[in-house]
Structure formats: C-alpha cells, structure tokens
C-alpha cells in the first residue's frame, strides 16, 4: 500500500509543478509571483521532480518552440516524425540538453521572461542530486515493496518528468478529438484529462495559448484550473489579463 500511495504522489506532485510552474507560469507567464512563492514554486519544482529535474529555462524555451512551429519538422517533439514515442524522447532530450547547458541561444522571439534560480537549477541537474534522489527512492522500495511487481514501478520514478511531456505530446499530437482547427494535428484526448491535470487539453490549448484554463467546452475539466483560481483568491497568484 505504501508503494501504491507513494507512487500515485510522485506522480501527481511531479505532474502539478509541470504543468503549473515549469508549463502555464515559466512558459507562458499565465500568473505572477510573488517572490516568496516564486522560490517556493522553484524549490517545490525541484523537489517533485527529483531524478528527473527539468531546468525552467530550458523547458519554457523548448516548450515555445513547440508552440512557434506545431507539428512541423522544426517542432522540438512532434510524434508525427518518429517511429515511437522513445525516439521522440531521444531527441526531445538532445535539443533539451543544448537549452539546458547553453550551448546555443535560441532565436530572439524564444528568449526572456523565463524564471531562473541558477543555485537550483545547478543543484537539480547536478548527476549528485538525481544520484541521490533514485537512492532515496530505492531505498523506499527496499523497505516497503511487499510485493515483487512493486519493483515495476521504481524506474518510473527516474524519469517522471520527461515521462509525463512524453505522453502529453504523443498522445496529445496523435489521439482525440479537435475542437479548433490550428493547422496542426493537435487534439482534446480525452473530455476529462485527470491523469494528466488537463495536459492533454493540446488542441484547446493551441488555440488559446495564454488561457490558464485548459477546457472550453463545458464537458471539458481542467483540474489544476479550480485550483489556480483559488490561488488568485488567496493572492498567491495573480492571474495576467490576456
């Protein structure tokens, strides 16, 4: 039990500071921060991604280009031109890693206004902090797995955040439905997206980039919205005019 509970945490914790600090805030400036939370968000991101530490910098930048050229040979992960997703995520990680270690600038329109703490960002994609973070998780396996397909399990945790943009762009570029057409193939996967906090939303989502709300049809929940807005409430975010 512990191993299950464990694992759905790692997941959706993992998936929550994607899609929230690293995707609608570091990529698309959805909200403002104040710099308490902003340090808090930075500091959380860190921590829920673990092994698989994404620096923001590099995720906004990759992550805008995505938007710039949607399913077109220059589009750093469309599934439509590779045999798999583990292809894709192979060469998702190349480009990444160019971002991540600046070894080019991107082009001018996919520069600035990107969240960058360098002490995190040194520390969490130092190979001592993912090292460190997959013997923490071997060694919750080694006292709670009871079961010998809990083990199954273990490797996700390596690579949770790379794990999650690959479904969200595999799934989210081949399978679904469309509400808009966006002169790409992005679609809805699915009316209700809770395994992956409205990620899977693409095809609303390209539509409207800057929309902190994933759904709009009124069928289509967006989890992490409801949650956003009491943020806003609470003044832990304010949310930019689009």
């Known amino acids: ?8 945490a790692h997941w959706f914790l993992s998936l929550f500071v ?10 698309h400036k959805m909200f403002n921060l104040n710099p308490f939370w902003y340090r808090f968000f930075y ?19 990759m992550h805008r280009m995505h938007h710039a050229f949607s399913d077109t040979e220059k589009d ?29 600038q991107p082009e001018p329109q996919f520069r600035g206004e990107y969240p960058e703490w360098k002490f995190i960002d040194n520390i969490g994609t130092s190979t001592y902090s993912r090292i460190g973070f997959a013997i923490l998780y071997v060694v ?11 083990w199954l399990l273990l490797p996700f945790h390596f690579a949770m955040g790379p794990l999650h943009g690959a479904v969200v762009n595999w799934c989210g570029h081949k399978y679904g ?18 395994l992956m906090l409205g990620e899977l939303f693409q095809n609303n989502h390209h539509k409207f980039p800057n929309s902190p709300n994933f759904g709009k049809k009124w069928f289509e929940i967006d989890p ?19």
């Open 1 to 8: 039990m512990y191993i299950i509970l464990f694992f759905i």
């Open 18 to 27: 994607q899609t929230f600090f690293l995707h609608r805030y570091a990529s």
């Open 43 to 61: 500091i959380l991101t860190y921590v829920g991604q673990g092994a698989s530490y994404l620096k923001p910098k590099a995720y906004a930048i």
């Open 76 to 104: 750093p992960h469309s599934p439509h031109f590779f045999e798999d997703v583990f292809q894709m995520m192979w060469n998702t990680r190349g480009q990444y890693q160019i971002f991540e270690k600046d070894l080019e």
């Open 140 to 150: 919750f396996y080694a006292f709670f797995a009871t079961q010998w397909w809990m």
């Open 177 to 194: 439905y469309s509400n808009f057409d966006n002169q790409d193939k992005s679609k809805n996967t699915t009316p209700f997206d809770f």
């Open 224 to 242: 992490v919205y409801p949650i956003m807005k009491v943020m806003h409430w609470c003044r832990i975010i304010r949310f930019r005019k689009v």
